[in-house]
């Protein structure tokens, strides 16, 4: 197999990146110290001393770094760049001094118009089991930005514990650096840049593993989501990815949560932009797990649903789609068991006040 993408050897991109995020997350941590870029604890939360953000930084300078020494310059490379730094612009901002999410929102809208337009990353026809959807230019663009957005928010969304958002990202990383390797497609720019940012959120990820000694903070979270959705479209623009389902199926937990966020809050009359505290990773923590078991069980999962599609790249579809029934039926039997959709403790509480009631009629009857 070939290891060498622009001449470069792969472990090497990656040993690079990594060490320089490593370094530069104690030296970012003084700086979010000193700027008073703290994540202070509150109900909602689950650390409950302050914490310094600002960690997506050092994730941020290790790509740029990766990007001059094993990177080309190119047009849609640029859009990216440009996109990129809107959003830390904006993510430095709100871990510093709390940004409106609207605003946020209008931010992510124009890097991902930028990236689309000006980078031509967009949508022609989307493949989904076999099935194929055409866009003409600008329905296919339209989609594209949505992409983009919807990605980039939920990462965000999961980043609310210990190593959660870094651990997935990387899952992510490595499956499209191995597919795009199995494929011997290593040429396309999805690749070189997944292999830079694998080792730029490693490196952050050592600092970042329960228990944290910086978290990324939205200048983190919104950047690794955007790129995330970027290397998504790019490898399906360059057929890295032969269907679109196979980078949707490798973010099936921050996918599946931010669903479930929306539904539980509609349910409950709630604006779905409200924060609360019964996302997938709150509810393993209500099942008693402590944070790092409650981590290495998202990544186990996460990692099962990126075996589904390295098999399904492999054109082994029987058995991505056993592996897939088996992990939706897991996840469903999750949903109903815990309270990420319904509040059962409050249910609960209703049956026995009812029972109770009951109990006092009988004995007023009875007397």
């Given at each position: 197999m070939n290891l060498v993408v622009n001449e470069h050897n792969v472990f090497v991109i990656v040993i690079?990146?990594?060490?320089?995020?490593?370094?530069?997350?104690?030296?970012?941590?003084?700086?979010?110290?000193?700027?008073?870029?703290?994540?202070?604890?509150?109900?909602?939360?689950?650390?409950?001393?302050?914490?310094?953000?600002?960690?997506?930084?050092?994730i941020y300078l290790a790509f740029l770094l990766g990007y001059m020494l094993y990177g080309e310059v190119s047009t849609q490379m640029l859009s990216i760049l440009i996109g990129g730094f809107l959003l830390i612009l904006v993510g430095f901002i709100d871990d510093i001094k709390s940004v409106p999410a609207r605003y946020k929102l209008v931010v992510q809208i124009i890097a991902a118009t930028i990236v689309v337009l000006y980078g031509d990353l967009s949508f022609s026809e989307v493949s989904v089991f076999g099935y194929k959807?055409?866009?003409?230019?600008?329905?296919?663009?339209?989609?594209?930005?949505?992409?983009?957005?919807?990605?980039?928010?939920?990462?965000?969304?999961?980043?609310?514990?210990?190593?959660?958002?870094?651990?997935?990202?990387?899952?992510?990383?490595?499956?499209?650096?191995?597919?795009?390797?199995?494929?011997?497609?290593?040429?396309?720019?999805?690749?070189?840049?997944?292999?830079?940012?694998?080792?730029?959120?490693?490196?952050f990820l050592v600092h970042n593993f329960p228990p944290a000694k910086i978290f990324m903070g939205d200048s983190g979270s919104l950047f690794l989501g955007f790129m995330i959705s970027v290397i998504a479209l790019l490898g399906y623009k360059v057929t890295t990815f032969t269907s679109l389902i196979v980078p949707i199926v490798i973010l099936a937990i921050p996918i599946f949560d931010t669903i479930f966020a929306i539904l539980r809050r509609l349910l409950k009359g709630q604006n779905i932009g409200v924060a609360d505290k019964e996302h997938f990773h709150h509810q393993l923590?209500?099942?008693?797990?402590?944070?790092?078991?409650?981590?290495?069980?998202?990544?186990?999962?996460?990692?099962?649903?990126?075996?589904?599609?390295?098999?399904?790249?492999?054109?082994?579809?029987?058995?991505?789609?056993?592996?897939?029934?088996?992990?939706?039926?897991?996840?469903?039997?999750?949903?109903?068991?815990t309270d990420i959709l319904f509040d059962h403790s409050k249910k609960k509480i209703s049956v026995s006040k009812i029972s109770e009631k009951n109990k006092k009629i009988r004995k007023v009857k009875k007397k």
């Open positions: 690079v990146t990594l060490l320089t995020s490593l370094i530069l997350v104690p030296i970012i941590k003084k700086v979010a110290i000193h700027v008073n870029a703290m994540d202070e604890p509150n109900a909602r939360k689950i650390h409950k001393v302050p914490m310094p953000r600002l960690g997506g930084l050092a959807i055409y866009f003409n230019e600008f329905w296919g663009s339209l989609a594209s930005i949505v992409f983009i957005v919807a990605i980039t928010n939920a990462i965000n969304l999961i980043d609310g514990m210990d190593g959660l958002a870094a651990g997935i990202s990387s899952i992510y990383f490595l499956t499209i650096a191995i597919i795009a390797f199995i494929l011997n497609r290593i040429g396309g720019l999805d690749v070189i840049i997944s292999l830079i940012m694998l080792g730029a959120t490693l490196g923590l209500k099942m008693r797990y402590s944070q790092t078991k409650s981590i290495l069980i998202i990544y186990a999962i996460d990692i099962a649903f990126a075996a589904v599609s390295i098999f399904y790249i492999l054109g082994d579809n029987q058995v991505a789609i056993a592996i897939y029934i088996v992990l939706m039926i897991l996840l469903l039997f999750v949903v109903l068991k």
